[in-house]
């Protein structure tokens, strides 16, 4: 039996619109039987956001970032620090790569003119709206500015890490990177061969 609407009569009540806005969505679900469950299900989420891996093929090196994320602390790993790539949301009216390129200068001080996109994924795809837009960009030690660090207004402090590539999947082995957008982007550079690692 083919059912035509899997998912019918929804209805959505704002939980909290304090970061994001985290909702109750109510809805029946018609399962291939033909039985029909009215269900309730939680979706958090705000702006969609980018990630981006800088790369230097020449040294071999990195660009990733640390700072501090309520949600690892309250997990109990590392007093709450995540090393990263770079990431934030994107603005309203603004691109994903317009915002990759911003949010890089801000966070880490580079300033890129040029990013490939990878990929556009969902992270949590159980309770998160949010979709990330995947980017790597190459770097060179003159695209260094003198900005960096975060956003002050926004209670940003960022650490600067530049290592080595091979070095950073090692730190995916010790769980020191935990963050899948990080762990997807290396292991991209990785699988496409775009640093020779000997």
Not at 32 to 49: C, I, M, P
Not at 143 to 148: L, W
Request: some cysteine.
């Amino acid at each position: 039996m083919e059912i035509k609407n899997k998912i019918t009569n929804i209805t959505s009540k704002v939980i909290s619109n304090f970061w994001g806005k985290l909702e109750h969505v109510n809805f029946d679900f018609t399962f291939k039987n033909g039985k029909s469950v009215n269900l309730t299900h939680e979706v958090y989420g705000k702006a969609d956001g980018v990630a981006i891996l800088l790369f230097n093929p020449t040294s071999k090196k990195v660009i990733l970032s640390k700072q501090f994320r309520m949600p690892v602390f309250v997990a109990g790993v590392d007093n709450g620090f995540s090393i990263e790539v770079i990431g934030g949301g994107i603005d309203k009216n603004e691109s994903p790569e317009t915002c990759v390129i911003r949010e890089t200068e801000e966070e880490v001080g580079y300033k890129i003119a040029t990013v490939k996109k990878v990929t556009t994924t969902f992270l949590s795809p159980g309770i998160v709206k949010e979709k990330v837009h995947l980017f790597i960009g190459e770097y060179k030690d003159e695209d260094k500015t003198e900005n960096g660090g975060g956003v002050e207004a926004e209670n940003e402090e960022i650490e600067v890490l530049e290592t080595l590539f091979v070095d950073a999947l090692k730190m995916i082995e010790t769980q020191e990177i935990m963050d899948a957008r990080t762990i997807m982007l290396l292991q991209y550079l990785q699988i496409n061969k775009l640093i020779n690692k000997s």
